[in-house]
């Protein structure tokens, strides 16, 4: 007898491009053990995020405020949404802005949901795993372009796999703005803002030469709208090609200005971004050798879905960057294993009285994991070494706030605290750290079966450790590495108090 469907579930994704915010929600239904995404409601809001990007990379207050009334009403939609099942990204715009941060702050509070600031390869990897979900399997090695605002990303994968993903910072919008001020369009600026673009193309064109590929696919609002236009126009009969985007770029110079420009299928919110667009497209074209190109309705969006579905269905694309990570960097597996079981033992008693943090204990076990990343470039300084590679290294599936946080928690977990005398402000904060450098300690000897019964509990500025005095006075440099510990949190203002008994 064929299973009945489940009860379906509702997820979203919030994608706050440089261009446009869009929102999905979709229902996610299991038949016979596989989970299907079906879209039932979108939302898309041309606020141009990245036209209020000044020079000096400040959000103006005018797009901010578009930005915030946007949130708010993609807000109202999803209100009733569990927090894990609603995942939102920002991308370039306020990947480089310098006032992103607090941006972010003001927007999480209208949306009513955490916002992940993504990198550009992981926003790559969305963008291939939206892509690849609306693309049939066994095409072989494709290349999958994104035109966005901001930053454009070059993907190639075959079926669900991406194999090589770039991003670079050439977008619709800030090609627009720097090339076709004043919505004037000429043949030299033209010329000029494709120049620009293909110099920015060119250092990935032997990369992806060399690996090649049998389809070229464009995902994302630009191909989207320049497709349209080349369908609608009788340029082709679907698609882009190098044909019709030179008839496109021959009308648009022709017409010398944007509100002169007639094409069919141009949509009026989209015309302010169009000759930028169209510019990195054919630099695309050229640069690469392209004649034609398919247009997938998968992108961001889609890839945000499919990758929150992912995580809860134990295929979280962290957990295998994560393995990729320690295998790259020679980790030992064991001494690792064991610091994540005793961090998390020392976190979990750390909750029994305690706040739940328990969202953060896979962060806590991948910290563990990788704690020791640094030893592959020098013991001395080597948690300084590993926070830098965590901090900065492409880490597919990784938010930016999430590197940060793994950073934080590893630099912290050995050496002096002042360099991270921050997280003293919150137990929500210093919990997690703190069970991972205990566990450290208590490993020193990489050994785990001699340890005593060690009890850890919250107080109301600290912790109290509890342990056996005899096992304490039979391992006196675990004994001075306590007292060394208490001394180290109690110069950032917490209280690490040891306490012994007879057994």
Known sequence: ?????????FIASVDMGSSSFRMIVARVEEINGQPQIYIIDSLREPVRLGAGLSAS???????????????????????????????????????VARNGPEFIA????????DIDIIAGVEEARLVYCGAAHQLPLGQGRRLVVDIGGGSTEFIIGEDYEPIAMESLYIGCVSTAQVHFKDSTITAKSMKNAILSARKEITVLRRQLADMGWTHVIGSSGTARALAEICVSNGFTEHGISASA???????????????????????????????????????????????QMEVTEGALRQGILYDLLGRTASHDMRELTVAQFANRYSIDPEHAKRVQILSEQFFQQLMNNGPDLSHQLHLLRWAATLHEIGLSISHNGHHKHAAYILGNADMPG????????????????????????GIANDPREWIAPLSLRLACLFLRRRDMDVLPDIKLKLQENGVKLSLPKPWLQAHPLTQYGLETEADQWKKIGLNLAIQTNPK
């Open 106 to 113: 003001r927007a999480e509070q209208a949306l009513g949901f």
């Open 398 to 421: 990784f938010t930016s706030k999430e590197q940060s946080q793994l950073a934080t928690w590893v630099l912290a977990h050995n050496g002096k605290l002042n360099k991270v005398s």
């Open 57 to 95: 990379k400040l959000l103006d207050e005018d797009s901010q405020q578009r930005a915030i009334e946007t949130l708010k009403r993609f807000g109202e939609r999803i209100r009733s949404f569990d927090s894990d099942r609603v995942r939102a990204v920002a991308t370039n715009a306020v990947r």
């Open 1 to 9: 007898m064929q299973n009945m469907p489940s009860q379906p579930q």
């Open 245 to 291: 985007l030179e008839a496109i770029r021959k009308h648009v110079i022709e017409a010398g200005n944007l509100q002169n420009i007639t094409l069919q299928g141009l949509k009026t919110d989209r015309l302010p971004m169009m000759p930028g667009g169209l510019a990195i497209m054919c630099a695309v074209f050229e640069e690469l050798g392209i004649e």
